[in-house]
């Protein structure tokens, strides 16, 4: 896969996932320790529950200091329409204690840092990484699908698909990947549809 291709079809995935306006997990927060949060409880989950579990959640705790000192039972009972909740209410609750703490309540802005934070995996950390304006790919189950359907990679581990992509498009590109490929993934949601049209921009 030559670099020119893989951009031409990347702008035609823009394209294509542009046609429904839509909120992802990472965006529209007014604090960045919320965006961190935010992405970790998507996992695994549609953005479009994410959010508004999300909003409950900030609506009743404001502050990472109150979230951090919540009833581990508060929290699920908010959080309870995301997948694996219970693990999650663990990883909110740490995230936000170590935030307060020892943070200033700033989430650390180097991958580094932030993939030393309970539940935060390199995905959740370089989505957060490039919604505040850093060169980063956060590899999702969209990315991945997609990137392998284009041959913009040909493995399947998260990690060396990030190394793929990273080489394989200009570093100015990096930010807006998952965005676009998560709305491309999320606006096509019949796997025949979807197919159907990567095969199509395949062949650009």
């Given at each position: 896969?030559?670099?020119?291709?893989?951009?031409?079809?990347?702008?035609?995935l823009?394209?294509?996932?542009?046609?429904?306006?839509?909120?992802?997990?990472?965006?529209?927060?007014?604090?960045e320790?919320?965006?961190?949060?935010?992405?970790?409880?998507?996992a695994?989950?549609?953005?479009?529950?994410?959010?508004?579990?999300?909003?409950?959640?900030f609506?009743?705790?404001?502050?990472?200091?109150?979230?951090?000192?919540?009833?581990?039972?508060?929290?699920?009972?908010?959080?309870?329409?995301?997948?694996?909740?219970?693990?999650?209410?663990?990883?909110?609750?740490?995230?936000?204690?170590?935030l307060?703490?020892?943070?200033?309540?700033?989430?650390?802005?180097?991958?580094?840092?932030?993939?030393?934070?309970?539940?935060?995996?390199r995905?959740?950390?370089n989505?957060?990484?490039?919604?505040?304006?850093?060169?980063?790919?956060?590899?999702?189950?969209?990315?991945?699908?997609?990137?392998?359907?284009?041959?913009?990679?040909?493995?399947?581990?998260?990690?060396?698909?990030?190394?793929?992509?990273?080489?394989?498009?200009?570093?100015?590109?990096?930010?807006?990947?998952?965005?676009?490929l998560?709305?491309?993934?999320?606006?096509?949601?019949?796997?025949?549809?979807?197919?159907?049209?990567?095969?199509k921009?395949?062949?650009?």
């Amino acid at each position: 896969m030559d670099q020119k291709t893989a951009i031409r079809q990347l702008k035609e995935l823009e394209r294509l996932g542009g046609v429904k306006k839509m909120r992802l997990a990472a965006e529209g927060w007014r604090e960045e320790w919320q965006t961190l949060i935010s992405i970790l409880m998507s996992a695994r989950t549609r953005d479009e529950v994410t959010v508004i579990v999300a909003e409950n959640l900030f609506a009743e705790f404001s502050t990472l200091d109150a979230i951090g000192k919540a009833n581990p039972r508060d929290i699920s009972r908010v959080i309870g329409p995301v997948n694996f909740f219970q693990n999650k209410t663990k990883y909110v609750i740490a995230i936000s204690k170590i935030l307060h703490e020892k943070h200033g309540g700033k989430p650390p802005r180097t991958i580094e840092e932030l993939i030393t934070l309970p539940g935060v995996g390199r995905k959740t950390a370089n989505v957060f990484l490039a919604e505040y304006g850093a060169d980063a790919i956060g590899v999702d189950t969209h990315v991945s699908y997609i990137s392998q359907k284009l041959g913009w990679t040909s493995h399947t581990d998260p990690d060396k698909i990030e190394q793929d992509l990273l080489m394989l498009f200009p570093q100015a590109q990096w930010r807006e990947l998952n965005s676009t490929l998560v709305r491309f993934g999320k606006t096509y949601q019949s796997r025949i549809e979807k197919n159907r049209l990567l095969e199509k921009i395949g062949k650009i």
